[in-house]
């Protein structure tokens, strides 16, 4: 199912650095 491969990519998602580019 994509929903798996969804929750792969999410797990794999680098959270920091999009949290980072959302704060400035």
């Given at each position: 199912?994509?929903?798996d491969?969804?929750?792969v990519?999410?797990?794999h998602?680098?959270?920091a650095?999009?949290?980072g580019?959302?704060?400035s």
């Amino acid at each position: 199912l994509w929903t798996d491969g969804l929750s792969v990519a999410l797990k794999h998602t680098p959270w920091a650095a999009l949290w980072g580019r959302m704060d400035s």
